[in-house]
């Protein structure tokens, strides 16, 4: 199983950015993702999360009217959009699959597999 996280870089405040999530080795449509981000010396936080068919989705308050979360089961594809960036979302973005239908506000280590993260940092 492999989730490839790609689309991080160097943006200014109150720009946008597109990540992705690649997966393979699984059967994608049977898996809520979720996008979590993590700064240096703190938790690993859910930002984002999506059912396995993409009719639910949920964030948190931070990123809420700002980030949108999607899949495309056809290919085994996840993204976020990333808009009106600030400077307090740098962090390294991690996608995650669990097998669930829509269960995917829950902590990190219910999380069945992750991808490899992707640094975003919002900066003039």
Known sequence: VQLQ????????????LRLSCAVSGLTFGQYAVA????VPGKERELVAGISRSGDTTDYA???KGRFTIARD???NTAYLQMNSLKPEDTAVYYCA???????FWVPRDEYDYWGQGTLVTVSS
């Open 97 to 103: 699959a669990r097998r669930t239908y829509n269960r």
């Open 61 to 63: 308050d931070s990123v």
């Open 73 to 75: 089961n056809a290919k």
């Open 5 to 16: 996280a790609s689309g991080g870089g160097l943006v200014q405040p109150g720009g946008s």
């Open 35 to 38: 996008w979590f981000r993590q």
